[in-house]
């Protein structure tokens, strides 16, 4: 079944703005757009935003998400150390009546 | 709080089988669609299933369709994955993770995980 795509890293300076992307198509992102997680190595993942741009309680307004047709977005500003993680994007898609997941993208802060 | 412990991993040789659970707490286990998500070492997230809150739907992963079985038991809070047939590679940490009803969003609690390896 076919994923999302995701850059498999980004790089950007502390306190700079780094924004992450995800492709899809109409059935997925295109269609209710794009839920991002992030996870630290060898912890299990956690809820970012959901829907395009809605952020669970407790996520700092550093971490936004858009969307614009198929392909999602999320903007981590004022990047901080503790912001390198993996982020990973996902979608249910409705033709192949499954949620996928991106390959994630490894986000380094210098 | 809310804990999700998952249970039932360990070694097991190519073609056996394994069941995995899920036991939940601190919420209304009822309220909750759960999904499978399996993590290979070193590489991204695998959906794997999900079902409905009250078991009335079931949707799978191609790669494991008619192989593994999810269910659960509302009464005992707890969510199973009956893995059969089992390939080296379905070797990875497997997760549970919610999706509240009506809330229009899922993976929002996840549990720390169980690690399954399939090894001649």
């Known amino acids: 079944q076919a994923g999302l795509t995701q850059p498999p890293s980004v790089s950007m300076g502390l306190r700079q703005t780094a924004t992450l992307t995800c492709t899809g198509n109409i059935n997925n992102v295109g269609n209710k757009g794009a839920t991002w997680l992030q996870q630290y190595q060898g912890h299990p993942p956690k809820l970012l935003s959901y829907?395009?741009?809605n952020r669970p309680s407790g996520i700092s307004e550093r971490f936004s998400a858009s969307r614009s047709g198929n392909t999602a977005s999320l903007t981590i500003s004022e990047l901080q150390p503790e912001d390198e993680a993996d982020y990973y994007c996902s979608a249910w898609d409705s033709s192949l009546s499954a949620w996928v997941f991106g390959g994630g993208t490894k986000l380094t802060v210098l | 709080q809310v804990q999700l412990v998952e249970s039932g991993g360990g070694a097991v040789q190519p073609g056996r089988s394994l069941r995995l659970s899920c036991a939940a707490s601190?919420?209304?286990?009822?309220?909750?669609?759960m999904h499978w998500v399996r993590q290979v070492s070193g590489k991204g997230l695998e959906w794997l299933a999900v079902i409905w809150s009250d078991g009335s739907g079931i949707y799978y992963v191609d790669s494991v369709r008619g192989r593994f079985t999810i269910s659960r038991d509302n009464s005992k809070n707890m969510l199973y994955l009956q893995m059969n047939s089992l390939r080296a590679e379905d070797t990875a940490v497997y997760y549970c993770?919610?999706?509240?009803?009506?809330?229009?969003?899922?993976?929002?609690?996840w549990g720390q995980g169980t690690m399954v390896t399939v090894s001649s």
């Open positions: 993770s919610t999706e509240r009803v009506g809330a229009g969003y899922a993976f929002d609690m």
């Open positions: 601190g919420l209304t286990f009822s309220n909750y669609g």
């Open positions: 829907r395009d741009n």
